[in-house]
């Protein structure tokens, strides 16, 4: 999956996210040992960072969403270059991808230059979209594609 070209059934997934939410950013990235590359992308020119400022490797850890509503008071974040310069981040919210063999691969994220909260309604959407993103990461035969 990593560096394969763009999808427009996943473009579309994070462009509906970034309007529904109202986020500037909105991202599937897929995390792999050194980097997070992106398969879709709303609001960021860049297909890519390293992982070790990566919000989305955070997220890896468990099935819920991390929800970040101002990274400028989580001592995780506060001085991440991705807080601290371009593109801004304060407001993240991350949906592990997570695969059928337990797996989690990557995430689907909202972004934003602003704190902000999500609520239960949202998280429900968020984690919809997210099971969405899975099934269509899916190979024809049903079987999930390696990370």
Avoid at 5 to 24: G, N
Avoid at 63 to 81: E, G, M, T
Avoid at 93 to 98: K, R, V, Y
Wanted: some cysteine; overall charge negative.
């Amino acid at each position: 999956m990593l560096d394969t070209p763009p999808e427009q059934r996943l473009d579309k997934i994070v462009e509906f996210a970034s309007t529904e939410f109202e986020v500037p950013i909105c991202l599937i990235s897929l995390v792999d040992t050194n980097r997070q590359w992106f398969k879709a992308r709303v609001g960021v020119d860049v297909c890519e960072t390293s992982r070790d400022v990566s919000f989305c490797a955070h997220a890896l850890g468990g099935d819920a969403v991390l929800v970040i509503p101002d990274a400028l008071l989580d001592p995780r974040f506060h001085d991440n270059p991705m807080v601290t310069g371009e593109p801004h981040i304060r407001f993240y919210a991350g949906a592990p991808l997570i695969m059928r063999d337990g797996l989690a691969i990557g995430t689907l994220c909202l972004i934003d230059t602003r704190p902000r909260t999500i609520d239960a309604v949202g998280l429900a959407i968020l984690s919809s979209l997210r099971d969405l993103v899975v099934l269509e990461l899916k190979s024809p035969d049903g079987e999930a594609l390696d990370g």
